[in-house]
C-alpha cells in the first residue's frame, strides 16, 4: 500500500522567509510519480510539479525548489523569501505506475500562512 | 486549458435524500476521480473510473455510487444523504491510463446535509 506523510499541518512565516515542506512517501512500487498540489483559499487545487522516481534531479522553479531523495523517501518543497500568495494548502501526492490505474495517494496537506 | 466543472459550489440537502454531484471535464480524459476533503484528512478517494461504465472502489467508497454514462462525465451519488457526508467534494480529470500525469481539478462542491 502507498502512503505519504506531510507531518507539518500549519506552518506560519512572516513575508521573506525561506519556508520548507516535508513530504515523506511509503510504496512497494519501483516505478513511481511523486506530485505537488497548491490549494489557496479560493479552492481549487492546481498542479505544481512532478517527479518521476528514476529521476532524483532536483528542480528549481523561480522562488520554488523541490529536493527528491529516494534515499529517505522524501520529496520536500522550498519557497524562496515567501510572499503573502503563497499562503495556501500544498499537498504531496503519490502515483504508481502499475495497478489500479495509476492511483493517487494524498497527504494531509500543510496549511502555509504567510504574514506580511 | 483543461476545464473541469462541477454542477454546484454549495448544496444543502437533508437526511436521507438522493443527491447527485455532477463533474465535466473537457479534455478527453480517460481517467475521472471523486474525492472529498475534510479539515486535517486531506484528500480521500472515493471512486474513480478509467473508461466509461468502468469504476473502481476508492478508499472510502460507503455510501456512494457513482456513473459513467459518457467519457466526459462523472456522477456521484448519495443514495441517502447522512449528515457525516458534510464534507467539500473534489472532482478531477487525468489523461492516460497509468500515474504518470497530474490531476486537473474541479472547483469543489460544499455539500451540507442537515
Known amino acids: 500500500a502507498q502512503k505519504v506523510t506531510q507531518a507539518q499541518t500549519e506552518i506560519s512565516v512572516v513575508e521573506k522567509e525561506d519556508v520548507t515542506l516535508d513530504c515523506v512517501y511509503e510504496?512497494?512500487?519501483?516505478?513511481?510519480?511523486l506530485f505537488w498540489y497548491k490549494q489557496p483559499p479560493s479552492g481549487e487545487l492546481v498542479f505544481l510539479i512532478r517527479?518521476?522516481?528514476?529521476?532524483?534531479q532536483n528542480e528549481i522553479s523561480g522562488r520554488y525548489s523541490w529536493n527528491f531523495q529516494k534515499s529517505t523517501s522524501s520529496f520536500n518543497f522550498t519557497i524562496t523569501a515567501s510572499q503573502v500568495v503563497d499562503s495556501a494548502v500544498y499537498f504531496c501526492?503519490?502515483?504508481?505506475?502499475?495497478?489500479?490505474?495509476?492511483?493517487?495517494?494524498f497527504g494531509d496537506g500543510t496549511t502555509l500562512t504567510v504574514k506580511p | 486549458d483543461v476545464k473541469v466543472t462541477q454542477s454546484s459550489r454549495y448544496l444543502v440537502k437533508r437526511t436521507g435524500e438522493k443527491v447527485f454531484l455532477e463533474c465535466v471535464q473537457d479534455?478527453?480524459?480517460?481517467?475521472m476521480f471523486w474525492y472529498r476533503q475534510d479539515p486535517g484528512l486531506g484528500l480521500r478517494l472515493i471512486y474513480f473510473?478509467?473508461?466509461?461504465?468502468?469504476?473502481e472502489k476508492g478508499d472510502i467508497p460507503e455510501g456512494y455510487s457513482v456513473s459513467r454514462e459518457k467519457k466526459e462525465r462523472f456522477s456521484l451519488i448519495l443514495e441517502s444523504a447522512s449528515t457525516n457526508q458534510t464534507s467539500m467534494y473534489l472532482c478531477?480529470?487525468?489523461?492516460?491510463?497509468?500515474?504518470?500525469?497530474?490531476?486537473?481539478f474541479g472547483p469543489g462542491t460544499r455539500l451540507t446535509v442537515l
Open positions: 479534455m478527453d480524459h480517460e481517467n
Open positions: 517527479r518521476n522516481s528514476f529521476d532524483e
Open positions: 473510473s478509467y473508461d466509461v461504465k468502468m469504476k
Open positions: 501526492a503519490l502515483s504508481e505506475a502499475g495497478t489500479n490505474a495509476g492511483k493517487s495517494t
Open positions: 510504496t512497494r512500487d519501483t516505478t513511481y510519480y
Open positions: 478531477a480529470s487525468r489523461n492516460g491510463l497509468a500515474g504518470v500525469n497530474e490531476q486537473f
